[in-house]
């Protein structure tokens, strides 16, 4: 017997013996476990391949983590909503929870309204801008039992806008009553008066009716309110001239199935006080959009599905100006994507970066090719090359390395829908010349939908999370992680995680150089899909190799508010040991997306007890907002992060 075996396996084996053979696989199945934690416990082991945590918080602070954003405080902002739970969104229960992963500490944050499935994006401040949401749920075809629609409600009056609360009652010529699903403003109808062409004409004026769509549900269960043609509808409680200049058209009225609706409410989470403040609504309501933060602080909002369940159209693309803090619809940056698409701000002011990743609805054949999009013209370049084209969905994408290389990966994916297929695809595209083409990477060991990337501060990438079948169906979580090295163009193997993750999963860069993990939303809990799935609230955080390969360098005193092209001097205690210098903006993660997250290698200069780093002149390689700041020594180990603020 090994000497390394103790006395507590020993005796049950020689038990084991007495009992008869029908005990063995118990205690095999023991002794094999005994055995793995001994080894991924062993400092060998995590010196090469990391080492995973599970973290369970109180029962009482558990949330369903759909999104996860690392704030400028250290502190977790993890965003539920409803949590996709129908019972909490139809009891009006939303959670937030900021966890500490230092200390552990939790809050319960108030919630003002559904953040299920948001957009967000840092801003200059450090705030964090969360826009859309969820305003209703699905129901699917077999489930409906009132009719419903979207109808344009017209105002022909261009004397002033009209609002409407949720409820107000529209009756069809069928007699039957309809209750819009929202509160709508209608605007004013807008008149324009042409001057006289010759002597003796009038003046000419068109007046064109204000606009406004808005779900409507028939007022009662029934096929009865089934209405298979355009409609006029007229509101119950308007009489003489409101009568004649407000009124609704709807295409149909069917007991097709509903799908998400969106929410325009927008706010700013202020990471100092951990409360959300009211902006200006959006111009469209948005469930599933993208946020994408430019080089002037503004930020972009495209996609989700509208208050009626369809994607918007590109023609409502808006811009959030933090300085006013309102929304601009720019019918210039007329694009379309399907949901949740990932845009990259590239090192060029005004283009972006559309891999392909997504995360569904939508046509499969609009929006779906990775292109270049030139915000200057409304241009768009396609980029070609890239392995499994139709199998985008649920994939992930995210810089390669620093973003000066302008190297982008795009790991796994799977079929449209509720498809079965997923691939192991990585690939790569360099964006730096004038007509890139994506390149074969290495594969990953089986296929991923869902998979999550982290950028860390050794320029390498963490691939963890996914599940090889829809959701996770008949029991298909991976359970697997790897660490891709845009040098070699090469993975390596990293510890396997505890915990599967699939579906509504997300993962962030710690300032300790740690990574957290959250969320898992599986449909099943069985391999013959027959028990429902549960929401998994346990985290993990795993800690990289690097970690284990010796003290940590650290940095010091020096400023917390950089600009563009500045140099500054930070204190640290072995200047020499200093190999390299990286700026890592923090994560805003949820559903495969989080292209927040970029890295930027800093020049630097030791000096006696000191280095000097000179941040890059380009604000669209480094886009104005938080920051953390690492010194990596030549063993590859990070230091904690320093919080900055680039301006």
Sequence with gaps: ????????????????????????????????????????????????????????????????????????????????????????????????????????????VPTPTDLFCVGHAYLPDGKLLVAGGTLRYEVLKADVKRAGGTATVKNESPDAPRAFPKGTVLVGANGHKYLLGDDVTVPAATKVVHPPRYPGEKPGVVVTAGEARVWVDAAADGKEYVVDHHGQYEFEDLTGTDRQNLYALAEKITMDKQDYQGRKEAYEFNPVTEQYERVADMHEKRWYPTLTGL???????????????????????????????TWTVRKDLNMYFPTYPALFQTARDGVLFYSGSNAGYGPADKGRDPGLWNLTDNSFQKVPGIRDPDALETSMSAWAGPVQNQTVMVVGGGGIGESSRSTGRIDIVRLNGDNPRFEAGPSLPEGTRYPNLVQLPDDTVLITNGSSDYRGRFDSDNHTARIYHPDTNTLTYAADPHVGRNYHSAA???????????????????????????FEQRLEIYTPPYL???????????????????????????????????????????HMLNTEQRSLILDFKPSSGAVTVTLPSSPALMPPGPYMLFVINKDGVPSDAKWVTVS
């Design 295 to 325: 080089p002037d602080g503004s930020v972009l909002a495209v996609s989700g599905l509208d208050g009626s369940g369809q994607v918007v159209d590109g023609s409502q693309n808006e811009v959030f100006d933090p300085k006013t803090r």
């Design 548 to 590: 284990f390969h010796g003290p940590r360098p650290s940095i010091g005193d020096g400023p917390t508010i950089l600009s563009a092209g500045q140099q500054a001097t930070y204190t640290t205690g072995a200047p020499d040991d200093v190999a390299a210098v990286r700026l890592i903006r923090p994560s805003a993660a949820t």
């Design 1 to 108: 017997m090994p000497h390394w075996i103790p006395r507590k396996i020993l005796l049950p084996a020689v038990a084991g013996v007495v009992l008869g053979a029908a005990n063995v696989p118990p205690l095999y199945s023991a002794t094999v476990d005994w055995l793995h934690e001994r080894k991924i416990n062993s400092l060998e082991y995590k010196y090469a391949n990391g080492y995973w945590q599970v973290v369970e918080l109180p029962k009482s602070q558990r949330v369903n983590a759909i999104h996860a954003a690392l704030l400028p405080s250290g502190r977790i902002l993890l965003i539920a909503g409803s949590g996709n739970d129908r019972e909490q969104f139809q009891a009006g229960t939303f959670k937030t929870l900021v966890f500490d992963p230092v200390s552990g500490q939790t809050r319960l």
């Design 508 to 534: 962030v860069l710690l300032p300790d150089g740690r990574v957290l993990t959250v969320g898992s939303d599986p449909l099943f809990r069985d391999r013959k899909n027959t028990i429902s799935g549960t």
